[in-house]
């Protein structure tokens, strides 16, 4: 038997709550019931390591209860994408925080020298929430061309000769990838593999940043990937994907696309009608497809999101290959919207079942 | 007969990048930990150093367009026609601003694009530069909804554009720069070209002795320069960090020139000796009326302090060129 149509699953971070938050969301999800036994004392003045566990156990029931077929912990223990995987390497110093758009910024590093890897990272936070989820595990790690990207180029600028132009830039980057996606993602994907993990997600928001280094993605993530065996996906979001086609392509171990479309579907603006140019290149991986927006806190409905997913399993022409997820993470909405979220994106992937079964949800 | 020594003008080309203070300042409203009123003064106390700053070290100053949240937002607010839209890539940055959508032909809204100009600004209009899209800019990264064609838009836009110059002028301002980066990233064709000079027209015959400047970056500016040259503004600016210097042919004597010479890609300082090789090798190739050196790329892709290392070595190149002096 055929598995379900339109399965639904998270993309990575979501807000980090407080205590008293994480006792108002206890009372709903019962999530302290995963993690055995914990004083009471404990539970009121949690160390570090304890406040993260709590958070981590929260975020695995609270995808877990919205009604998602594979989970993770909503980036519990991460400061943020980028800084929590530079600070597992050498060779990278933090400058400050940068703007990325209004009130939101993040911090940026420099590279000061030749990058590496002080150990593999993530290891623990998979482990825990292997051994807390009920549901499958997909595990988002940030990109070697995004961790590039995102940092400052300084050292192999530098031994670039004569004056910084384009084509300095250019060739002191694709240095800096290269090195990124084999001295830290690779060995620690392999690690992560190790120890169990079967699903992994590369996260490359900055893909889109400049088009005409679309190779250059895709040869950190086959750097990354090479020689290793897990299910691998690659999210990109804020893009013009079919800028970034048909070189994204040649990423030869992915196997799905998790992409942003729903920001981009409003009022009369088709957001998903570029699935039609994969179709057109007869990609046959599949795709994560960004149903809700995660910068408003406008609440899609689900018949909205049932249509969404209807539309773009016509323009992919194959319903069987569509995963339903956000955009991307949610940390930036309030935990409630980001529930009622996704709640409303399970229950519109229920509905389009349903409609492509021909029954009533 | 000794030729008279060219002008060398130096300033901040884009919005400055927040402090650090400024930044949890306005973290903190957004997480409700603080009062609207203590982030203003944490406006207020940045825009007081950086125009301190600026006026110690440039000819033009900006107080660092700190409050805008990006380029576009001012007019997506405040003009008829406009609505704020979603979350888009700015050229080739991990930024991101709010697409202007537009439902019905613009309106301008008289006086509210003064309004948002930073506060010290208003009694330093003599020397203040006033930086606002290019009409084909803005053109571009809105999504037109109206039923006004994308051509006869980009006139609409030129004369809305001309009538904030005109009323700034009123004021006292003088300098105005465009940035208008997609005339070299995606340069206009056809009649879209045509639209272009139009709509600088426009903005040139609103105060003809206004110092207009259209500002790009982001590509290499030689396929572009033809029409460039052709646009009836005092100043063309390029970014050196996107164009190499040897590509550059010589423009029209009236037209100062407008170089990008710090790159905000990078925390790397820019060699003192190699910038100003570099300045002297442009002026080579096109020799000018008057230069005015800047940041190429908007500088707040960096945190404020490199950033304010960049705006020193930029001082410092200007003064280098006084020095030796360029003819």
Known sequence: MSAPLFPCQEIGSLQKPSLEALGEWEDRLHFLARLGPVPEEVLRHPDVATLQNLRAAFAIAFLESAGLDRVYDGEARRVEMYEYAVRQMTGVEFQGHVRSWDSKYYRKGTVVNPVDLVAPYHLEEYDFVRDHARVAVKLPVTGPYTLADWSYNEYYLARQPGWKGRAQRRAAQRELVVDLASKVLRPTLRALIEHGCRVIQIDEPAAGTHPDEAPLVVEGFNEATRGLDAEFSMHICYSRYQDLLPALLEAKACRQWAWEFANRDSDGHDGYEVLKVLREYSDTRSIGLGVVDVHRDTLETPPLVAERIGRAAKYLGDPSKIWVNPDCGLRTRSLNVAYAKLEAMVQGARLARAQAEGRSA | MNAAPVPVHAGLTSPFPRSERLITATRDLDRRRTTPELVEKAYVEAENELVTLEERLFTNVTAGYLRWNDLFRPIAETWGGFSVGPLTRWLETNTFFRQPLLASPPRRTPGAIAARLPPPLASRARVARVILPGPYTLLKVLENRSDVPDVDLLSQLGHLLAEEVRELNGSGFGVFQFSDPILVTAPPEGREKDGVSEAYRSIAEANPSATTIVWTFGAEAGPALPLLDRLPVSVVGIDLTDTEPETLRPGPARLGLGLGIVDPRT???????????????????????????????????????????????????????LREGIT
């Open chain 2, 267 to 321: 925390t790397l300082p820019e060699s003192l000796s190699e910038t100003v090789g570099v300045v002297r090798e442009a002026l080579r190739r096109r020799p000018s009326s008057s230069v005015w050196l800047g940041p190429g790329a908007p500088l707040d892709l960096l945190p404020a302090r490199p950033a304010e290392q960049k705006l020193l070595r930029l001082s410092d190149v200007r003064h280098a060129l």
